[in-house]
């Protein structure tokens, strides 16, 4: 097979390999774009490469390292990278499985390496600031100090909160049934300040907002609020709070985890409340953790109170 054939079959094999992803996996239909936009962008380049003039061709780990190094020239964050070789990774396993290729060329790549980007945080000063800056004397207000409290409260993602419904509430007992990246659901339990907003919001606010559908939140249409609304208020909320730093709804899921976190909430626990597929992705905010525990190590290891 020539160089210019194997293109083609492996531009032909991108269209099921997405369906696996979808199919198997669960992913998200955005992470399955940027990873379809990933392959289009790797064979653009074999395109523009010799590889096509090839005869007997197939793609080999010095192709990957090639790319990688064009993507440098192109001014490619780190991070870029490391997520286009991911999807690499991922397409030529599935590649080698259809018997397409006889070996995986990225199997002995390594990723870049990335420095660590600590999320950010707020304060508990801070915090209770932003949630008590909305104007309760108008509706809007009130709606939206509901919206900051439950992202707070519950870790929700925006697109969660923009997406919850009312058969979503269990507010007896004060749990959220959250629909998450990929169409995963998890239950995420709400404290009883928050329970109490949420019910007056429903019973005295909502109505007045005549909404068309089962939404939680909706806008002064009745429709269901969008998330670009919520990034706004969270922006003006800061700016009432003199809050000069960068930040968004996805802070107060930042904040959440963090607070649980110095709380003694356990890793696994707030992997779980956060909707985390894999603890890794949770492992971050164990920074914050460092204190906590150099006080406990302080105070119950049997020699410190001895003298060095």
């Not at 198997?24 to 003039?53: P, V």
């Not at 208020?233 to 960068?246: F, Y």
């Not at 930042?254 to 626990?269: I, K, N, P, Q």
């Not at 290891?301 to 001895?306: G, S």
Request: proline letters at 4%; aromatic letters at 8%; hydrophobic letters at 40%.
């Amino acid at each position: 097979m020539d160089g210019a054939t194997l293109l083609t079959a492996l531009e032909n094999l991108l269209p099921r390999w997405l369906d696996k992803l979808l199919a198997q996996r669960g992913l998200a239909s955005n992470t399955c774009l940027a990873y379809e936009q990933d392959i289009t962008n790797f064979f653009s380049y074999l395109g523009q490469s010799a590889f096509s003039e090839r005869h007997e061709a197939t793609v080999e780990e010095d192709d990957i390292l090639l790319y990688l190094a064009w993507q440098s020239a192109q001014h490619q964050s780190e991070r870029t990278k490391a997520r286009r070789l991911s999807a690499l990774r991922s397409f030529f396993t599935f590649a080698v499985q259809q018997k397409l290729l006889a070996s995986d060329p990225v199997t002995f790549c390594e990723n870049p390496d990335l420095p660590l980007h600590l999320p950010e945080v707020l304060s508990r000063e801070e915090m209770a600031a932003l949630l008590a800056s909305p104007n309760l004397t108008k509706n809007a207000g009130r709606r939206d100090a509901c919206i900051l409290e439950l992202l707070y409260a519950a870790g929700l993602r925006v697109s969660e909160l923009c997406s919850l419904s009312l058969a979503d509430l269990d507010l007896q007992r004060g749990i959220l049934h959250i629909v998450g990246k990929g169409s995963k659901t998890r239950f995420v339990p709400i404290h009883s300040l928050a329970q109490k907003k949420l019910l007056s919001y429903l019973q005295e606010t909502r109505p007045a907002f005549h909404p068309k559908g089962n939404w939680v939140f909706v806008n002064r249409f009745g429709k269901p609020l969008t998330r670009q609304y919520v990034w706004k208020t969270v922006k003006t909320c800061a700016a009432a709070c003199q809050i000069t730093r960068e930040i968004s709804p996805h802070t107060f899921r930042h904040s959440f985890a963090t607070h649980l976190l110095e709380g003694g909430a356990d890793l696994r626990s707030v992997q779980i409340l956060l909707g985390h597929a894999d603890i890794s992705a949770t492992e971050i905010y164990t920074h914050v953790q460092v204190d906590r525990l150099l006080a406990l190590h302080h105070s119950c290891h049997p020699r410190n109170d001895l003298d060095a």
